[in-house]
């Protein structure tokens, strides 16, 4: 009878180690983020923008002069003129405005181009981390509600990712 316990429980505990499932989680936005190349490559898209920026601001505080123009103009010059002016003002405005559209959209583009190259990397990293170490099942920290840190791989992978070279470009915006 005794064997039998003996036996009940080392079959209990062998099943349960056979199929269990080894999980770990990781922060995918953070290592992203937070990755040396994306914070140079992000350095250079603000330094390549710089231009751009000052000739808006350039823009913009000459779009203020001319509506301040038109204020001033419009109790001088007659109805028609007026109208004329100021059709010519929010044609400027709206011009100014799908610049600044254009060019976000350009940069906004480009980082998610870049994101996705170095979300790349990371997954070549994920799947080479679950085969050395008998992963079964990565979530992202935003799947799940809490989890002991134990399982966090974050770290792991995000000096693995620091220490690969990925080369990352960007088009710059032209107007």
Not at 10 to 31: G, K, Q, R, W
Request: proline share 0%; net charge negative; hydrophobic share 40%.
């Amino acid at each position: 009878m005794i064997k039998f316990y003996i036996f009940l429980i080392a079959f209990i505990i062998f099943a349960s180690n056979a199929y269990s499932t080894t999980v770990v989680v990781i922060d995918i936005n953070s290592l992203i983020n937070n990755s040396k190349h994306f914070v140079e490559i992000s350095e250079k898209i603000n330094i390549s923008q710089q231009e751009y920026k000052n000739k808006f601001k350039n823009i913009e505080q000459n779009l203020y002069k001319k509506k301040e123009e038109l204020e001033n103009l419009e109790l001088i010059i007659n109805e028609d003129e007026f109208n004329l002016k100021k059709k010519e003002y929010y044609n400027a405005v709206e011009n100014f405005e799908n610049d600044i559209a254009n060019f976000n959209n350009h940069y906004e583009k480009e980082i998610i181009n870049i994101k996705n190259i170095i979300f790349s990397k990371i997954s070549d990293l994920m799947q080479n981390y679950a085969e050395k170490n008998q992963i079964d099942l990565i979530l992202d920290k935003n799947q799940y509600l809490i989890s002991a840190e134990k399982i966090n791989i974050s770290e792991i992978i995000f000096v693995e990712l620091n220490e690969s070279i990925i080369d990352l470009e960007f088009t710059q915006y032209e107007n």
